[in-house]
């Protein structure tokens, strides 16, 4: 029996189809990785520039933001704000990505750095 001429070249639509399906999914689970990925980012760059301000703080203060923005600079992101209250300081780092057919969106992230509250007397107890 002859196959019916109206059949021919169906497969090939279905394979497009289902590679055009494949190819979507697989762009939606890089575009969530690596806004996962740039969210780790942002945030470690803000707890390294917060660590890194409250270091000095005690000793330098005028001089720690300058090295949480050196910090946040080689991370790859923007120091937005930095404060150092007392030895505590407080910071705010922002990233801007690109994100296809939703456009450019800005990451931020922050972190605050300080002594402990507890004394070196009442750790040793």
Same mark, same amino acid.
């Given at each position: 029996m002859p196959a019916q001429r109206g059949d021919r070249g169906s497969a090939t639509l279905w394979g497009v189809a289902l590679m055009g399906l494949l190819t979507a999914v697989a762009m939606?689970? *890089?575009?969530?990785?690596? #806004? /996962?990925?740039a969210r780790? /980012? #942002? $945030?470690d760059a803000a707890d390294l520039s917060a660590l890194a301000a409250a270091r000095l703080a005690v000793t330098a203060p005028d001089s720690a933001c300058l090295r949480a923005a050196d910090l946040a600079a @080689? $991370?790859?992101? $923007?120091?937005? @704000?930095?404060t150092i209250t007392d030895e505590i300081?407080? #910071?705010?780092?922002? =990233? %801007?990505? *690109? =994100? %296809?057919? #939703?456009?450019? @969106?800005? =990451?931020?992230? @922050?972190? /605050?750095?300080? %002594?402990?509250?507890?004394s070196p007397s009442e750790i040793g107890e």
């Open positions: 939606a689970f *890089t575009t969530v990785g690596s #806004v /996962r990925v780790h /980012r #942002v $945030n @080689r $991370n790859g992101v $923007n120091l937005e @704000r930095c300081a407080d #910071v705010q780092t922002s =990233l %801007p990505i *690109t =994100l %296809p057919a #939703v456009g450019t @969106r800005t =990451l931020t992230g @922050r972190s /605050r750095a300080g %002594p402990s509250q507890s």
